[in-house]
């Protein structure tokens, strides 16, 4: 991009390098948590009027960051200024106080209480005695109506909104406290396009007022639709600082992304397509994931890895789901051979397996034995009349652990002693453990340190040249690219391009994300 | 100290426990003096094998993340029907058969409420406890005329023999029983299910660890063992009473808890709870051994057990677990 179209496209934004005086600015903080090192080195200014974006790979730091700038978690050294003036957000109520209102990636809302009380939770001491019920209501209707909530009964429980709708909730709570920087984390994920679009006006609004807004976002129309800057995290460091005509996602998935890590990747054995597609394992027909959008065909076959992608929130979790059976489809159907899958027992019987997405919550049973966690899922196979035969478990736990190359002292200990990528090891050795036909993976490198990604990029082909398809959901580009034999990217809860090896690179990708119904066609022009 | 002690709590497993049981067995030799010999020792076993059969269900249900409040219904239950129909004239297998059936009946419905009606089991077994109570009470209207045959009175009777062994049938039942539950936890598949269920029962679902059939499954055990206790504590007293259950609630989930079986789920176990009933039915045997009533054992066991627990039965602190 020349830099005349660059300053073309700064349009309405202000130079603000020219601004001078920030309103805040950090400097190299540290925040560390035990062994991990959360933040390392972290700088970060923030001027009057500017709408300024944190971006960075999962774990490099952004959440830590917006914590300490919150007050919830205090830095280990680094300066913080507010207004020129030296200041410490030893508390979320001093971070208030002093302007700075926060929403979280996790939907603060209590589902019993009305919208109203949701709205107007934490300022009762502040408000609540000097307003009467009557300016109250207004109050909220005003603030709600900022985020472009306008037909909605303030009185009923928060808890029937939708996953967006509470979010816009959580934002409206903020913008009725005095502040002047609004930091958004991620609080956008689950909001609708047209509600998205609807905030991001009220955002700009607030821009001209002279406010400060600091978001964290993984979508790239995101930034490039409201940023005036851009700084970039990586591995705890802010790296630099873009200003908005110079912010590109090429620009910025260079820089999230380490050299080191690259090389990994570039070192991992790129995965050759099989030839032919002749056994389709998964036929899906008609499949529509939710009321009123759009239905569409795929067949996934023996050998394949196909990744799936797309902005997050475009329904690609749904359609894992539909294929796992643990969620029904709201049309179509999804057949393995000619068997339907309607329910997670019907897939387990079709020899699909699956991997949640959080390792936590849903994957290890943290107070278990290696041994246990990697059995669990096959302990019938390993039985006779429900009786364990003796010596089974502990074989293919063996058998198990060695191909995925678990580092573990034995197979006694428990699984919450291993380090997150062996946790993850022994979670796709539970799958495995149950001589699957299909592997669904909820991005399954997540969190995942550089070595051992490697290795599960291994295993992942492997299981693929024995037969074996693959369904890869994955938020790195990257992997996608380096992993699959195609990529079905999503857009509005439906598949809107398929990509196919030859075309599959990260321009492509990221072209069919934001495309608007796209042929795959379409996208290899795009790409040549 | 606190700290240290629960370390090497669970460090050495239910050996502190198994070692408290034996200490304190010394403890109540010093205060009461004459106490060992062999038939405190037959009475001891004896009582804690009652105990030590209902207790199975409480551990179990624990484990998997919920608890079972209805013991005390079912034991009373059994207790009362067996005198009931073994006193109108049937065989006693027939009435036991009769009974364990619908005992496990209890259970299932237990089970299949928590889980797959998603209520809270606190609630449903209190509710179903409360239930059976007000069955009892409505067929029986607190007088129950019945009779118990002689063997099941042998079978809990101090001096009782066992065959060869100079046991009570109680406690040989109690070993059997016991083995049976350590084989289940530890090498059959519902035994590994049980323990993943509540470990982490998201984590377990996805893993298609089949829920529904643990709930109901260690809901059906644990009404079925105490419906084995509402028949042995039958011959125990010789005549049928609708509330012998009801100290088992507090003792059931005492011993589970002295044993060190955390209330949150997947850890600990039944090997646990056998040195948990010893303990606690030691403790009772030493107030009643010194001269209190009633009331006052209820009010010292309470204190007691609680002491117990802040000593080593305890939940490590958050700061501690991260």
């Not at chain 1, 207004?138 to 808890?159: C, F, N, Q, T, Y």
């Not at chain 1, 058998?399 to 006694?412: E, S």
């Not at chain 1, 890869?472 to 034999?485: A, G, M, N, V, W």
């Not at chain 2, 049938?169 to 029983?177: E, F, Q, R, Y």
Request: glycine share 10%; aromatic share 6%; proline share 4%.
């Amino acid at each position: 991009m020349s830099l005349q179209a660059a300053k073309d496209r700064l349009g309405e934004r202000r130079p603000h390098a020219a601004l001078g005086r920030p309103l805040l600015e950090a400097k190299n903080l540290r925040c560390t948590f035990g062994e991990t090192i959360a933040l390392d080195s972290c700088s970060v200014s923030v001027v009057p009027g500017e709408i300024h974006a944190v971006v960075g790979e999962n774990g490099s730091g952004k959440s830590t960051l917006i914590k300490i700038l919150s007050g919830i978690v205090n830095a280990e050294s680094g300066t913080l200024e507010w207004n020129s003036e030296p200041f410490r957000a030893s508390s979320p109520r001093a971070a208030q106080a002093a302007g700075i209102a926060t929403v979280f990636q996790e939907t603060l809302i209590l589902p019993e209480m009305s919208v109203r009380d949701n709205v107007m939770l934490g300022l009762d001491g502040v408000v609540r005695r000097k307003t009467s019920p009557a300016r109250e209501g207004e109050l909220v209707r005003e603030s709600l109506a900022i985020v472009g909530m306008v037909r909605l009964d303030i009185d009923k429980p928060a808890g029937a909104l939708s996953l967006a709708n509470r979010q816009l909730v959580g934002v409206a709570r903020s913008l009725l406290r005095p502040w002047r920087l609004l930091i958004l984390d991620e609080s956008t994920s689950a909001i609708d396009i047209e509600d998205r679009d609807r905030l991001f006006e009220a955002l700009r609004n607030f821009r001209r007022e002279g406010r400060s807004i600091l978001f964290v976002s993984h979508r790239m129309d995101e930034i490039d639709s409201l940023a005036d800057r851009a700084t970039v995290l990586r591995s705890g460091r802010s790296v630099v600082t873009l200003e908005h005509g110079f912010i590109s996602s090429e620009t910025l998935l260079e820089l999230m992304s380490s050299r080191e890590r690259s090389r990994t990747e570039k070192g991992a054995r790129a995965h050759q397509n099989l030839g032919a597609r002749v056994e389709p394992l998964v036929t899906i027909r008609g499949l529509s994931v939710r009321k009123g959008r759009p239905s569409f065909d795929f067949d996934l076959y023996a050998g394949e890895i196909v990744g799936v992608g797309g902005l997050e929130g475009h329904g690609q979790v749904a359609f894992l789901e539909c294929v796992a059976g643990s969620r029904r489809p709201s049309e179509g159907a999804v057949y393995a051979r000619d068997a339907l899958i309607r329910s997670a027992r019907d897939a387990a019987r079709a020899k699909i397996a699956f991997l949640p997405r959080d390792r936590k919550t849903e994957g290890i049973l943290a107070p278990l034995s290696i041994l246990d966690n990697v059995t669990i899922s096959a302990l019938n196979d390993l039985a006779r009349w429900g009786v364990l035969r003796w010596g089974h478990r502990n074989q293919l736990a063996d058998q198990v652990c060695r191909d995925m190359k678990v580092k573990m002292a034995d197979l006694k200990s428990p699984i919450a002693s291993l380090s997150g990528g062996n946790q993850q090891k022994a979670l796709l050795g539970r799958l495995i453990a149950t001589k699957p036909r299909v592997l669904v993976l909820n991005d399954p490198m997540r969190g995942v340190d550089l070595g051992a990604k490697a290795e599960l990029y291994e295993v992942l082909v492997n299981l693929a040249a024995s037969g074996v398809a693959i369904l890869l959901l994955s938020t790195e580009l990257i992997e996608l690219c380096i992993l699959c034999d195609r990529v079905a990217v999503f857009h509005d809860h439906a598949i809107s391009a398929v990509i196919e090896r030859d075309s599959l690179d990260e321009r492509t990708l990221i072209d069919a994300m934001f495309a608007h119904r796209k042929s795959a066609m379409d996208a290899d022009e795009a790409a040549r | 100290m606190v700290a240290a002690l629960q370390r090497f709590h669970r460090a050495a497993g239910f050996a502190v426990p198994l070692g408290l049981a034996v200490a304190l067995f010394f403890v109540i030799n010093v205060l009461i003096p004459g106490y060992a010999n062999l038939n405190s020792l037959r009475s001891l076993l004896l009582l804690s094998s009652l105990l030590g059969i209902a207790a199975v269900g409480q551990t179990l249900t624990i484990v998997i993340g919920g608890f079972d409040l209805s013991i005390p219904a079912v034991i009373g239950l059994c207790n009362v029907l067996f005198s009931l129909l073994y006193g109108a004239g049937w065989s006693a297998f027939t009435a036991i058969i009769f009974i364990l059936a619908l005992a496990i009946l209890i259970g299932l419905a237990n089970g299949f409420a928590s889980r797959y009606l998603q209520l809270n089991p606190l609630v449903v077994t209190l509710a179903s406890g409360s239930i059976i109570f007000g069955a009892i009470w409505a067929g029986t209207h607190g007088e129950v005329a019945g009779s118990v045959p002689d063997w099941l009175v042998t079978m809990v009777s101090v001096i009782g023999k066992t065959g060869p062994i100079p046991l009570p049938g109680a406690v040989v039942l109690w070993v059997i029983v016991s083995a049976a539950i350590l084989f289940l936890e530890q090498r059959t598949v519902l035994g590994r299910w049980i323990f993943a269920a509540g470990a982490n029962p998201r984590a377990a679902e996805l893993a298609r660890v089949p829920m529904l059939f643990v709930w109901m499954s260690v809901y059906g055990i644990s009404a079925f063992l105490a419906g084995v206790t509402g028949i042995l504590l039958a011959g125990f007293s010789g005549a049928a009473d609708p509330t012998v259950g009801a100290a088992y609630l507090f003792t059931t989930v005492a011993a589970v808890v002295v044993g060190g079986t955390p209330l949150t789920g997947g850890r600990g176990g039944y090997g646990r709870t056998i040195a948990g009933c010893l303990v606690v039915t030691e403790l009772s045997t030493l107030l009643v051994g010194l001269g209190l009533d009633q009331a006052a054992q209820q009010i010292f066991l309470g204190f007691l057990i609680v002491a117990l627990v802040a000593l080593y039965g305890r939940e490590p602190h958050v700061s501690m677990r991260v």
